[in-house]
């Protein structure tokens, strides 16, 4: 079993800032690419940032220079630090990892998503 829990979101304000962090736990052997999504009200579901293990990592232009991905390998930890956001970055925020099971069978899987809403 393995489960990938979400916290951080909430209400700010636009120009303001908040940090989504999700843990990876479970029968688990190995993490590589983790990533961040969202799912506006009414859209379908979109990459917002990914981090492979080594530190790589890829951002849609529409956040980038405001967002930064990162992880902490030794937690199986993924941050989103999300910096000058705007109404339209509302969202649910989904946390997705590719998770290697102690059988050494790979799978994707979905946190259970951490709404974020900019609002004055």
């Known amino acids: 079993q393995v489960q990938l829990v979400e916290s951080g979101g909430g209400l700010v304000q636009p120009g303001g800032s908040l940090r989504l962090s999700c843990v990876v736990s479970?029968?688990?052997?190995?993490?590589?690419?983790m990533g961040w999504y969202r799912q506006p009200p009414g859209e379908q579901r979109e990459l917002v940032a990914v981090?492979?293990?080594?530190?790589?990592?890829n951002y849609p232009d529409s956040v980038k220079g405001r967002f930064t991905i990162s992880r902490d390998n030794a937690k199986n930890t993924v941050y989103l630090q999300m910096n000058s956001l705007k109404p339209e970055d509302t969202a649910v925020y989904y946390c997705?990892?590719?998770?290697?099971?102690?059988?050494?069978?790979?799978?994707?899987?979905w946190g259970q998503g951490t709404q974020v809403t900019v609002s004055s």
């Open positions: 479970g029968s688990i052997s190995s993490v590589y690419d």
């Open positions: 981090i492979s293990n080594s530190g790589s990592t």
């Open positions: 997705n990892a590719v998770v290697s099971l102690r059988s050494g069978r790979r799978f994707n899987y």
